[in-house]
């Protein structure tokens, strides 16, 4: 069982800047993939970033990319995600996630733990 804690949400305005932070405990085995989702109110749950923790390749959702950045720490076992040039339409609470295996997926229901989310507001 792998528990994650993600952290570091806030309020920021327009063009403001926000890192979360994830952190695994528990049997973090390899080979897996961490990843950031977001989610509105009412609405689907929507994949942000992801990485492979055993070999670092990293990729983006569409409306991120050149503003977002994941990363990791081994020896920590924890995942970031450094939000810059943030705007209103990324407001929203953001889960950390891993996934069972190594291969790229976007897809929430092929992630099997979740951190309990942070929020973030973008106000303009």
């Known amino acids: 069982q792998v528990q994650l804690v993600d952290s570091g949400g806030g309020s920021v305005h327009v063009g403001g800047s926000l890192r979360l932070s994830c952190a695994a405990f528990?049997?973090?085995?390899?080979?897996?993939?961490m990843a950031w989702f977001r989610q509105v109110s009412g609405r689907e749950r929507i994949f942000v970033a992801g990485?492979?923790?055993?070999?670092?390749?990293?990729y983006y959702g569409d409306s991120v990319k050149d503003r977002f950045t994941i990363s990791k720490d081994n020896a920590k076992n924890t995942v970031y995600l450094q939000m810059n040039s943030l705007k209103p339409e990324d407001t929203a609470v953001y889960y950390c996630?891993?996934?069972?295996?190594?291969?790229?997926?976007?897809?929430?229901?092929?992630?099997?733990?979740w951190g309990q989310g942070t929020q973030v507001t973008v106000s303009s």
């Open positions: 996630a891993r996934s069972m295996t190594d291969v790229i997926t976007t897809r929430p229901y092929q992630f099997t733990d």
């Open positions: 528990g049997r973090t085995f390899s080979p897996y993939v």
């Open positions: 990485i492979t923790w055993s070999s670092g390749y990293t």
